[in-house]
Structures are given as C-alpha cells and as structure tokens.
C-alpha cells in the first residue's frame, strides 16, 4: 500500500510568481536547515522552471543573493544525463550559467554528477561523494533538506522513466538507469532516497502539464506507468508549487493561493 500523504498545492497566478514562491522556499529551506544542523543540503533538478528560479537567486536585485548564507550550502543534483558537464544538455551547465558562476557557494560546496563517465562509474562515485558529505556508515541513507523535482510530460520524475529498471532499486542511493525510450543513459538519486528529504517539491508550470497533474496526484495508484506518483515523503507532507494553468484539472480547480489534496 502507498503511504498516505497530504499534498499541498500552492498555485500562483503565473509563471513569474511561480518562481517567486519556489526562491522563497529555497531560502526558508536553507535557513532552517542551517539553524536546526549549521549545514543546507539540497538537491536540485535541471528544467526550464528551475532555470529561472536559479536565476532569481543570483540576481543582485533580489534579497536571496545576500540573505542566503551560500558558505552553509552544500548543493547536490537530483539527476543528471550522461553529458559531459559543458554540454548543453548538462544539468549542471545549465545551472553554473544560471546561478553558479553568480554566486558566493565555495567551489567544494558543489556536489555535480560526473555525467561524462561511464553511467555506473559515475552512479558509483556519486553515491561515494554522497556518503562522504553526509558522513554516512554502512546502509544509511541521506536525508536532503530540500528537494526539488519535476514532473515529465509521461509522467517520470528525475530520471525514473516508466518501466525502468531504477523503479525497483530499494537499497542504493544513486544509480545509473536505463531509459530505452530515449534510447540513453541518466543518473538518478533512487525514490527511496528522494522520499527521506525534509522537504520535497514538485515544480509544475503550463497548460501542456494539467491533465498529467491530474493523473498523478488525482488518479488511479500505478507507479510502473507513472513513477511521479513514487513520491510520497517520509514527512507525510509533499509541496506542489504550480501556475494556474498547471492546476487547471486539479479538484476544485484551486484558486492562487495554498489547497490542500489527500493521497491515499
């Protein structure tokens, strides 16, 4: 049975506001986590609404660049694909051209994928850094303040695609996974590790993405098909930050503003 979680869709009016609320809870993430533990960790997905939140963070017109203590942030990704990191389809080039080169987070806070290797030698070494940056031992698993994830047009997240493989991975932290629908390769943080983050959050913009909104978070329980619905936080809480657009199909529809949704 899948655990019982409550959703809390937070739906902005726009795009732009979307990003608004997706910086604040970065900010809000990383101040709480440093206060309860002196250290944020947070892992990060590649996408075009994350790219213009990044964005936001860096600007020096905004509060985020000076108010957020960088030094104190340790940056993970969720998933990366098998590029190297100057590729344009790099989840890190597009993150470093967005935010990093902008901002003060000391080199070695930078935790990227190396997608340039073999994707089990680069699945392998991550999973390492990952223990070693959480000082993990034996079968313990990291638990990231904050994760942030997309929603896929077939309905995966990072890169758990339908019917792979890396769906039925229970004990390893990161792996590479097959996805023979795009004929490639990604490296993944497993759902089981994604579950333990203090806070996760789905990041959803646009009509394209209303009715597979629905699907997920109001549908039927079937992982295999749509390994989005995985997701369900340890926390008993999972966070949807959404343009109205997005949450156009959604029970209500809910208005700009926070509603809450029951899984079950």
Known sequence: ??????????????????????????????ASAVAARGVARIAISG???????????????APYLTSIPWQQ?????????????THEESNYRMTKAAMLDKI???????HRMEGELEPEEAASRYEAAIRTAFRL????????????????????????????????EMARI???NHVPQKDTWRITLTWPVIVQGREVAFLIEGEEKAEM??????????????????IRPASGKLTLLLDSAAAAQLPGPPAPGNSTLELS
């Not at 996408?47 to 017109?61: E, I, K």
């Not at 034996?138 to 997240?157: K, R, S, V």
């Open 1 to 30: 049975m899948p655990r019982p979680v409550t959703v809390i869709a937070q739906v902005a009016s726009n795009a732009g506001e979307v990003t608004k609320l997706a910086a604040d809870l970065f900010a809000s993430s990383v």
């Open 47 to 61: 996408g075009s609404t994350p790219r213009t939140v990044f964005a936001l963070l860096a600007d020096p017109s």
């Open 73 to 85: 942030v340790q940056l993970f990704w969720v998933d990366e694909r098998c590029v190297p990191p």
């Open 104 to 110: 003060p987070l000391p080199t070695e806070n930078i």
């Open 137 to 168: 031992e034996g079968a313990e698993t990291p638990t990231f303040d904050m994760i942030w994830l997309g929603l896929g047009p077939d309905g995966h997240t990072a890169s758990l695609f339908p019917h792979t493989e890396g769906l039925h």
């Open 174 to 176: 990161v792996i590479a």
């Open 213 to 230: 909104v629905r699907t997920v978070f109001g549908g039927a329980y079937d992982p295999e098909t749509l390994p989005a619905q995985l």
